[in-house]
């Protein structure tokens, strides 16, 4: 563990810089919002920055990309495939250890099961990541319920944790030691090594109260939804508030749905591409014949939250499918945000015991 000056971050910065291109959080000069973006000049990003409306995830993830292209020879009755190397080295600054359980969580998706994804396997491998410990907890944050923060565990080049006048820089590959080389940081003294602890534990109790109180609830509801002990009526209660718009799933760090389109071009060459979906819209399980398994709205929303809150996710991901972000409360105009639905659910389930 080495010590950063607060005031070494500009050189940290342009280390990156010189071989990767910035993402980090930013505040957008219109809208007002913090958002993960491309940062052109490193001035603009604040590391103290409110956790980004956006999720991180498409740096890895594309909300749109092409992934390849081809073109056939009527002729010669050849076709010829392209594989698209478009996959520029990315540097991620001051991620939020919820957003990085997000990635790890696409990690496993993409990577860890029998067919690997190759284009994700691209951005990850040319991707440096230095995490933000969260000494202050946000309104909308519940990542202690769901074991994502306030501090990054695994999954980073680089941690940094604000303990005052300096930063403690924990290094998490050999890429954040040779980072830790290139700066010339002196090694952390053991007292301030020890002042992560006491910055965590800090961190934690300033965290809402039904934040904490929801911890042990979250496990009660995970077994409910795996088991299917909850009513259809409070699925059905669930889904009338439900606008079907997809922005849930659109800012949730662990959502992977994607659909795959192939589009002609005008020189005679198609390109696949891969846009993000989501199980909110009706059409997301329509099969041929416009059979629909997953047509009324309760059943999409079931099945969403199965997929954050169940056993067989918790075992596929090594964790559950939610990170405790928030943003899916922050954004929805339903109000059935997770935290809405464990309250939901947890209602039900006292009003039965």
């Given amino acids: 563990m080495f010590v950063l000056q607060k005031d070494q971050i500009e050189k940290l910065l342009l280390a990156l810089k010189e071989s990767y291109a910035l993402y980090g959080p930013t505040l957008h000069e219109v809208s007002g919002q913090v958002l993960f973006d491309e940062i052109a000049d490193i001035k603009s990003l604040n590391i103290n920055a409110a956790i980004p409306y956006n999720p991180p995830k498409y740096t890895v993830f594309p909300q749109f990309e092409r992934i390849l ?10 076709a010829k495939i392209a594989m698209d190397n478009l996959q520029k ?35 990850r491998k040319k991707m440096f990541i230095v995490a933000n410990t969260c000494v202050t907890p946000f309104p909308q944050c519940f990542c202690v319920c769901t074991d994502s923060g306030p501090s990054a565990q695994e999954g980073y080049d680089v941690n940094l944790t604000d303990i005052g006048d300096v930063y403690l820089f924990e290094t998490g590959s050999p890429k ?5 080389k290139k700066l010339g940081l002196a090694k952390a003294s053991a007292e301030q090594e020890g002042m992560k602890k006491k910055v965590v534990d800090e961190s934690i109790s300033k965290f809402e109260p039904v934040a904490k109180e929801n911890k042990a609830w979250i496990s009660r509801v995970m077994n409910r ?14 889904g009338n508030q439900c606008l079907e718009c997809g922005a849930c799933s659109f800012v949730c760090p662990t959502c992977s749905c994607f659909n795959i389109e192939d589009v ?44 954050k809150l169940s056993y067989s996710q918790s075992k596929k991901y090594l964790r559950p499918g939610c990170v405790g972000c928030g943003r899916c409360a922050r954004v929805c105009p339903g109000d059935i945000g997770l935290p809405n639905v464990v309250t939901y659910i947890r209602r039900e389930i006292t009003r039965q015991v």
């Avoid at 292209?69 to 050849?78: A, G, I, L, P």
């Fill in 264 to 307: 002609n071009t005008l020189d005679g060459k198609t390109n696949r591409l891969r846009t993000w979906d989501s199980c909110s819209f009706e059409g997301y399980t329509k099969m041929a014949g416009e059979h629909n398994p997953r047509k009324p709205v309760e059943d999409r929303r079931n099945k969403r939250f199965f997929c």
């Fill in 89 to 123: 080295p990315k540097a991620l600054v001051g991620i939020r250890p919820c957003d990085l359980t997000g990635i790890l969580c696409l990690d496993r998706f993409f990577m860890g099961q029998e067919f690997v994804d190759e284009v994700f396997v691209e951005h």
């Fill in 225 to 238: 939804i795996t088991t299917g002990f909850i009513p259809n009526e409070v699925w059905e209660y669930i």
């Fill in 69 to 78: 292209s081809y073109q056939y020879n009527k002729s010669t009755k050849e």
């Fill in 176 to 180: 954040g030691e040779e980072m830790a």
